[in-house]
């Protein structure tokens, strides 16, 4: 079972209220804060993989324009695959994941703060989540997503012009 179905059926799963009920405020306590600990490191361990993919991703990219400069065989189109396929199938449901997590976490921290206030405060459920139009806009303001997206297609643009350039053009120097 994947964390994000994990997410999806604490979500969906209904609060037992009965079973809560017979609950100390401490065991409520541990287990909103289990939960949220819980779903913020599986954020973490996921932004993780996400930079490592990413700077793998650039490596190559970055490879493929020192080795192939000159060899014109890579117009924008093939150029463009890279930033499309990274960004529709990697950042974009990486993302989604993500953002469930954070926002599972959250809940469950603020369930500890409110049994913390009163201790007979019974567990809400998640909230459920935004429209789609609300997450492609978060999205696409989040730095991080936007940070990747415009180094990839950097790069991406580099391969191009630079596997265009006539290979007896010497690129200019960065360094003196």
Known sequence: ????????SLQDSPVAVSSEASLSAKEKFDACMSL????????????????KVAFGL?????AGTVTLRGKHGINEYVAAIPVLV????WLWPLWNRANDEKRMGAHYREQTEA???NPEHLIQRPTSKKSLFRRIWSFICDWSMLFQLITTGFFAWALFHFNNM???????????
């Open 36 to 51: 949220a600990d819980y779903f913020l490191r599986l954020w973490d361990a996921r932004r993780g993989y996400e930079w």
């Open 58 to 62: 650039w490596t190559l990219l970055g």
């Open 1 to 8: 079972m994947g964390a994000e179905s994990t997410a999806d």
């Open 166 to 176: 006539p290979p007896d053009v010497v690129p200019p120097k960065c360094l003196p």
């Open 115 to 117: 049994i913390l206030a």
């Open 86 to 89: 990274f960004e529709i199938f």
